[in-house]
């Protein structure tokens, strides 16, 4: 069985963090990186894919 969509987001989110060098504010409960220019990153599962709607959810 492959890795759960909360397990695929969390992997993610680790290599995001670990890769960027500059200034950034890590919040591990909601899964989010705010970088220096106030661009926040936010790391969600797709396991349950009616939670993903609006303007503000792209995929990449």
């Known amino acids: 069985m492959g890795r759960s969509g ?13 890769g960027l060098k500059r200034r950034k504010i890590v919040n591990h409960t909601e899964m989010t990186i705010t970088v ?17 709607y609006g303007e503000d959810v792209w995929v990449l």
């Open 36 to 52: 220096g220019n106030g661009a926040v990153l936010r790391f969600k599962s797709a396991e349950k894919p009616d939670n993903l």
């Open 6 to 18: 909360t397990s695929t987001a969390k992997i993610a989110f680790g290599r995001i963090e670990r």
